[in-house]
């Protein structure tokens, strides 16, 4: 049983102050952090949501199982009471904009940039149950991999592959929200922005009213069997409910409050430390998978051009017997040679799978000049009969349909066996057409593919 299993256990059974109060100061800034991001920054009702989550863990704690997930638990009561504060503000915001007659045309561009935040805890919140139990371990409870492997009954190398995994579905639906960020740029967001420190003092606020909270509740219905039982012993349960009620009020003195600070900033820096190392060993992860999955996508896009290479020439020597040229592959005029666009349209072909390779290594971004890519030449021969200009400088990972759009040209046009002009295009998904106009405008064909009058 973990040891927050155990104070969760202690206070359930005994009713300890110091377990629950133990509980709050390890979880508060989880919380806090949590409710921040969920009521766009209001600090004053983020900390109302502090001390209603509490307050629901201390009334429910005896219902809770010992195999309960304490971080998912509070994660999933912090949604919920943050969107129900939320809905509450928004009514008392429009009753007092309706009673004060403001005016609408307001500036909420600030307000815009804060509504990211909440995006994350809700995509976390549509992560499955174990995924979501590692990403809230990791990253919000602070646990480094060993810990979180013993919770989930596994090694620490288990433990942070499934945390690897727990990220790559929450940048997957991210992505899916108009959010584009890698799974380790995620990480390292998490890590250094998941928790915010709660304001100094709302850990002892906070569990100082949801105790008193929860013993008023139960005193008073200790109160009521005890008035079913006899009415002579009213003025004794009186005495018991003022007691119970004011008593916890007054525990909480100077010097504990002087114990209860230094123990938590003595906690948190060990934290710390023991997340920076975790945290370097899990970016040097991500970064090892990455590269060995672009050096292994160089390596296909290599052997995939040198087939297509293989596939035109063959395809060229199979046109040779087709008795009518078409409008967008000419023919050649001998029969024993190829056809004088299929070394263009082979060019073409290598030109776009390098600027593959080069934004495969540079975040999905293309360079600026088709000279640029001299380090992958390495087995792409061009034939030095055209030359290309680079189309598209965005990042290939921001186009939507990559097999419509074009990357890269051929500079020049140049005139076909049945007197019509053509153009070879390379396209971002690593293909490469050969398109002919009979008077030369290849304007409405470049606009329809993603390239923007000059």
Known sequence: MSETAE??????????????????????????????????????????????????????????????????????????????????????????????????????????????????????????????????????EQQDFRTIGATLGSNEDAARMRVNRALQKLHLTLKRQGISMSAAALGTALAAEAVTAAPAGLAITVATAALAKSITTGAATTAIKIMAFTKTHAAIVGAIVAIAVTGPLFLVHESKIKSDAQLQMARAQKQMASLADDNASLSNSLADANTSFDRQQNELLRLRGAARSADAKATARTRQTRPTPTASTPQPNNDNQEPPWAGRAHDGRNIVTMLIMHANEHSGRLPDKVEDLGQYASGYELTGTNTFEIVYHGALTDLKDTANTIVVRESGMQRTTDNQWSKVYGFADGHAELHTEPYGHFENYEKEHGIAAR
């Open 7 to 140: 104070l969760l256990g202690e206070y359930a059974k005994d009713g300890s102050e110091t377990a629950f109060r133990e509980l709050v100061s390890r979880y508060i800034d989880f919380v806090y952090s949590s409710a921040l991001r969920m009521v766009g920054g209001d600090a004053h009702l983020a900390q109302d949501v502090c001390q209603n989550v509490f307050i629901d863990l201390a009334r429910n704690a005896q219902k809770l199982s010992r195999e309960t997930m304490l971080g998912g638990w509070l994660h999933r009561d912090t949604c919920f009471v943050a969107g129900k504060l939320i809905r509450t503000e928004r009514r008392r915001a429009a009753r007092e904009r309706e009673a004060a007659l403001m005016n609408s045309t307001q500036d909420h561009s600030e307000a815009n940039l804060r509504a990211v935040a909440p995006v994350l805890d809700d995509a976390i919140n549509n992560l499955d149950a174990e995924d979501r139990a590692a990403i809230i371990a990791r990253f919000f």
